[in-house]
């Protein structure tokens, strides 16, 4: 457990192709996911206001959800899209912590001297942390809050009742 940001709930991945990626996940056991293919969300770029245009895949395994992101081609700047730039197969792009009220936190962090630049906004709700003096795997702040804890329920319940098998890409609409 991180000693400044609470236990990590999530793993996320930036994947260049989405089908594959499932497919990787999926011969190794974790699944079923629940697949959104179709993501258009207001969001901030480093301070840039964009929309961010994304497909999204979650599973867990164990306590540990793991979540797939491709963004599109019309995308625009995103810190996906800048991961794959610098990670062409892919890979770990950040791990995400529940909190709150993610402004508050944010509050607390800068008040407790920890440099952070919000690299990825989305408006009034997530916010990812790139951490200058220590550039790496980003930390997403996730809002505790009924519709992300009711997602994460489903997703895990799925997953506890899968028998490896059936179904393991599954279709969602979380908006």
Known sequence: MSKIFGPVVQQ????????KALQHW??????????QEDIRLPSEHYGDAQESHIQAAFAYSGDQQIELISPYDDCGETIYGDYLKDNPDGGLQHLAVWVDD?????KDLKDQGLNYTIAHRYIDSHAYLDLPEAPGVMIQLMPADDLHIRMFDVIKKGAEDWDGITDPIRGADWS
């Open 102 to 106: 993610v402004d508050a936190k944010l």
């Open 26 to 35: 999926i011969a190794r056991g974790v699944g079923p996911f629940y697949l």
């Open 12 to 19: 996320g991945y930036v994947v260049p192709d989405m089908q």
